[in-house]
């Protein structure tokens, strides 16, 4: 019964600070966890990336890729031009000019020069190492080889040019010609200042290769886009000659 006793007192002396040793070691070892929980927060918060900094990125990849399939694409073409370009007609080009897919620069003061207007940018369709390089268009004028293209060239892809021992291109007459079909025109043969075009077997046009120059005069003045509508082509058209470089 002592004993008893004495446990029961024991237990009444230390119950209760037992039970609030327990408590604050119960809320100590909460609030750790808490503080340690709320650490772990902030450090996967820190680990995430900023929305800004995740659009960003999407951005420059997007445009990465956009870029990646311009080129792609760039290239595909130009390999198809080189592939075609011995089934397309190869531009006429300015008096002297050379190597324009590496020398020009696209900078336009050849035609800006050009009191003729017979220089214009090349189109898409004559290919992309044409595109917006110099080319003789002889429905808008006529080569007179004044050099003024040659003299404001700042690269060399136009050098001097001497019209009496280099030529440009080449006349060569089409099936529109009026002359070919009923011997009724001989404006080629009055217009050309070089001689190179006289008339045989009744009217019919006979283009001398050594004396033609390829200025194109005789383009720009034949009639026969006017007296036959439904053409589109004219009776004569001047190419470039076979060496001369593109």
């Given at each position: 019964?002592?004993?008893?006793?004495?446990?029961?007192?024991?237990?009444?002396?230390?119950?209760?600070?037992?039970?609030?040793?327990?408590?604050?070691?119960?809320?100590?070892?909460?609030?750790?966890?808490?503080?340690?929980?709320?650490?772990?927060?902030d450090a996967c918060a820190n680990l995430r990336p900023h929305p800004s900094?995740?659009?960003?990125?999407?951005?420059?990849?997007?445009?990465?890729?956009?870029?990646?399939?311009?080129?792609?694409?760039?290239?595909?073409?130009?390999?198809?031009?080189?592939?075609?370009?011995?089934?397309?007609?190869?531009?006429?080009?300015?008096?002297?000019?050379?190597?324009?897919?590496?020398?020009?620069?696209?900078?336009?003061?050849?035609?800006?020069?050009?009191?003729?207007?017979?220089?214009?940018?090349?189109?898409?369709?004559?290919?992309?190492?044409?595109?917006?390089?110099?080319?003789?268009?002889?429905?808008?004028?006529?080569?007179?080889?004044?050099?003024?293209?040659?003299?404001?060239?700042?690269?060399?892809?136009?050098?001097?040019?001497?019209?009496k021992t280099e030529r440009v291109g080449l006349a060569r007459l089409t099936?529109?010609?009026?002359?070919?079909?009923?011997?009724?025109?001989?404006?080629?043969?009055?217009?050309?200042?070089?001689?190179?075009?006289?008339?045989?077997?009744?009217?019919?046009?006979?283009?001398?290769?050594?004396?033609?120059?390829?200025?194109?005069?005789?383009?720009?003045?034949?009639?026969?886009?006017?007296?036959?509508?439904?053409?589109?082509?004219?009776?004569?058209?001047?190419?470039?000659?076979?060496?001369?470089?593109?």
């Amino acid at each position: 019964m002592t004993q008893s006793l004495r446990k029961e007192h024991t237990k009444s002396e230390c119950g209760p600070e037992r039970e609030r040793e327990h408590e604050v070691e119960h809320g100590e070892k909460e609030r750790v966890e808490r503080s340690a929980s709320g650490d772990r927060s902030d450090a996967c918060a820190n680990l995430r990336p900023h929305p800004s900094a995740r659009s960003r990125r999407d951005l420059i990849a997007g445009a990465g890729g956009i870029g990646a399939l311009l080129l792609l694409g760039a290239l595909v073409r130009q390999s198809e031009e080189r592939a075609d370009a011995s089934a397309r007609p190869e531009p006429v080009r300015p008096p002297g000019g050379r190597d324009f897919a590496s020398l020009c620069l696209r900078c336009d003061r050849c035609r800006s020069a050009c009191h003729a207007d017979v220089i214009r940018p090349g189109n898409l369709e004559e290919g992309l190492l044409v595109m917006r390089t110099p080319v003789l268009d002889f429905k808008l004028g006529w080569c007179d080889f004044c050099g003024d293209c040659a003299d404001v060239c700042p690269t060399g892809a136009i050098r001097p040019f001497d019209p009496k021992t280099e030529r440009v291109g080449l006349a060569r007459l089409t099936d529109a010609c009026i002359a070919l079909r009923t011997g009724a025109c001989r404006v080629c043969a009055d217009v050309c200042p070089y001689d190179a075009v006289t008339l045989v077997d009744g009217n019919r046009p006979e283009i001398d290769s050594e004396r033609c120059n390829g200025c194109g005069r005789c383009v720009l003045e034949c009639p026969s886009n006017l007296f036959q509508s439904l053409r589109a082509t004219r009776g004569i058209e001047v190419v470039a000659r076979k060496g001369v470089p593109s």
